[in-house]
């Protein structure tokens, strides 16, 4: 059965780091893709960025040059390395995963994946 467990959110002041972990069992990366979505209150759950099996990744502007997705497969892990946040990142952080072997990049829509983490809570104030 696959399984996604999120690890690393927390409480975090402007401009500081968290990295995210999506723990991965059941499957293996060399097949799925993986997406970080998030969901503020009283928002709608949206993608932050992903990584295709393949390696190639895919970003939201409102994160671009902040954010990196990265992948360990030895690990069965992806990573979420967030830097500079702000006020407007605080959210629930959940992965997603898809099957994506015959597919040529990873989706950033949350209707593409099947699978879901449980969440992480980052709060970005001071």
């Known amino acids: 059965q696959l399984q996604l467990v999120e690890s690393g959110g927390g409480l975090v002041q402007p401009g500081g780091s968290l990295r995210l972990s999506c723990a991965g069992s059941g499957f293996t990366l060399d097949s799925y893709s993986i997406g970080w979505f998030r969901q503020a209150p009283g928002k709608e759950r949206e993608g932050v960025s992903c990584i295709h099996n393949s390696g190639k990744t895919n970003y939201a502007d409102s994160v671009k040059g902040r954010f990196t997705i990265s992948r360990d497969n030895a690990k069965n892990t992806v990573y979420l390395q967030m830097n500079s946040l702000k006020p407007e990142d605080t959210a629930i952080y959940y992965c997603?995963?898809?099957?994506?072997?015959?597919?040529?990049?990873?989706?950033?829509?949350?209707?593409?994946?099947?699978?879901w983490g449980q969440g992480t809570q980052v709060t970005v104030s001071s």
């Open positions: 997603a995963a898809v099957w994506t072997l015959f597919q040529s990049m990873c989706s950033m829509r949350r209707p593409a994946y099947n699978n």
